[in-house]
């Protein structure tokens, strides 16, 4: 592992969510591709859905900077791991520049700008303004002593008058240079469904985007510059405790089965990564079409993505349901986030009061009723040994969900007790047996080995007992 990070690195921020970070900072990366570049991306917190779309265009996995469920020193670890190989990184920011958990700075953009030390370029929406938009970036630009922005990104220009009254302002009142303004262009949005966007596996629209795009900035953005300016991003140093320690040597010990497919798809990179380098080999499957579990695994991980959507086909595969409860039976070692929880429940109810059979491995009842029931960073004690962790473990996780458990077998055991970000306590959460974890948090494992180790462990504990 390298101990300082060198690739040029470029933060695209915004005002506030949906002035078109997500467009603009795709729209960069395709261009530069074009140039020849190998480009790098990153998303600021703990979403999977904007990642996806940068994925999409970059040709690599797009990697979550998450300085609240991380610290300084991992995320450092996590952007070095993502820039191997790469000429020039682009970190999508998230909401605005300067919101953080629980209304203050923590985990915001700015907190990880300067954490990796990358310059700012500040994206402003001014399909319904004018010369208004200097007192915008004059307010971000003086928001925070001490705190630098290389310039501004016009999006929703309507003319090219239109630009030039808001570039002159800009520069006269706040004395920041206007690096590109994207024109105002019809069908250039991404739907959005549950306050994100609609997920890139199901908008079938984004390649024809993604060219008009690099037309457009090609034509209205100085990528020279932005290129110069990302350049000129600090060298970064990595603390001495490294996250990634390195591939080991030799075959992988163990095969783990990750469901991945158009229901389920929310997993963080690094995690794949942390258990192959734990000596796990990644075997992919899908509970939608797939009739049985891979051939000779010793443990399952069921991500979270939107069963919901796909309830029906979920529901007739009646053949991945019963290879799941198989395996539960015979101790297989089973890990469940969020949608992966719903799946492995009794049934779910879906909005419009249709209840489908689910896979049955858990004895719990799902439902969805049109509302959002937990949204936020969560802290977590485990209270029960698991397949992840010890007893008595901290961790911080992220969960986000329109469904809630509505019935369960009282003699289940609670997996964590849980806090909010600030310290206020939520309640109990998840459920855990000796060979299952399943719980509506999302955990990053870059966060601590022990949740990586103690899974293949227990992945290679039952392939000693089933391979006698």
């Known amino acids: 592992m390298l101990d300082e990070v060198r690739t040029p690195r470029l933060v695209i921020a915004g005002t506030a969510s949906s002035v078109g970070k997500t467009t603009l900072a795709a729209g960069l990366i395709a261009a530069l591709r074009a140039q020849g570049l190998t480009v790098q991306s990153f998303k600021v917190g703990p979403d999977y859905i904007d990642p996806a779309y940068l994925a999409h265009v970059t040709g690599r996995p797009c990697r979550n900077l998450d300085s609240w469920m991380l610290g300084e020193g991992a995320l450092r670890q996590v952007l070095a791991q993502g820039c191997l190989g790469a000429d020039f990184a682009i970190v999508e920011g998230v909401m605005g520049l300067f919101d953080g958990r629980g209304g203050g700075s923590e985990g915001s953009t700015a907190e990880v700008a300067h954490a990796i030390r ?12 004018s010369e208004s938009a200097a007192a915008i970036a004059l307010g971000f630009k003086n928001y925070s002593p001490g705190f630098k922005l290389a310039g501004v990104l016009l999006n929703n220009v309507s003319s090219d008058g239109h630009r030039r009254t808001v570039e002159d302002a800009i520069w006269n009142v706040a004395k920041l240079p206007v690096l590109g303004a994207l024109p105002a262009m019809a069908d250039l949005g991404i739907p959005e469904r549950q306050l994100g966007l609609l997920p890139v596996t199901e908008n079938k629209d984004w390649d024809r985007i993604i060219g008009l795009l690099v037309d457009a900035v090609t034509r209205h953005i100085d990528l020279d510059v932005l290129r110069r300016i990302g350049e000129k991003a600090e060298l970064l140093p990595l603390v001495p405790k490294k996250v990634f320690q390195g591939k080991p040597a030799g075959p992988a010990q163990v095969r783990l ?22 000596g796990a080999e990644i075997v992919p499957f899908s509970p939608l079409e797939d ?32 290879a799941l409860q198989r395996a539960h039976r015979n101790g297989m070692p089973i890990y469940a986030e969020c949608g992966g929880l719903m799946y492995l429940g009794r049934s779910l109810r879906t909005e419009d009061g249709a209840t489908h059979a689910m896979a049955n491995v858990i004895p719990v009842d799902v439902q969805m009723d049109g509302q959002i029931h937990r949204f936020g960073y969560r ?3 485990t209270l029960e040994e698991s397949i992840l962790s010890p007893k008595g473990q901290f961790y911080r996780g992220h969960e986000f969900h329109w469904s809630r458990i509505v019935n369960h077998d009282g003699g289940l055991k609670p997996a964590y007790q849980m806090l909010n970000a600030e310290g206020d306590l939520i309640g109990y959460e998840g459920f855990v047996a000796p060979n299952l974890l399943a719980s509506y948090v999302h955990l990053h494992f870059g966060q601590n080995p022990l949740l990586t180790e103690k899974l293949v462990t227990h992945c290679r504990e039952f392939l000693a007992v089933h391979s006698r």
């Open 291 to 322: 009739s049985h579990l891979p051939e000779d695994v010793s443990g399952v991980y069921l991500g979270g993505g939107f069963p919901e959507v796909f309830v029906e086909p979920l529901a007739n595969n009646h053949s991945m349901a019963e």
């Open 257 to 278: 089965a990750v469901a991945y497919d158009d229901a389920f798809n929310f997993y963080y990179p690094e995690n794949f990564e942390l258990l192959e380098e734990n």
């Open 118 to 129: 990358a310059p700012v370029v500040l994206v402003i929406d001014v399909g319904k303004m």
């Open 379 to 381: 802290q977590l004690l």
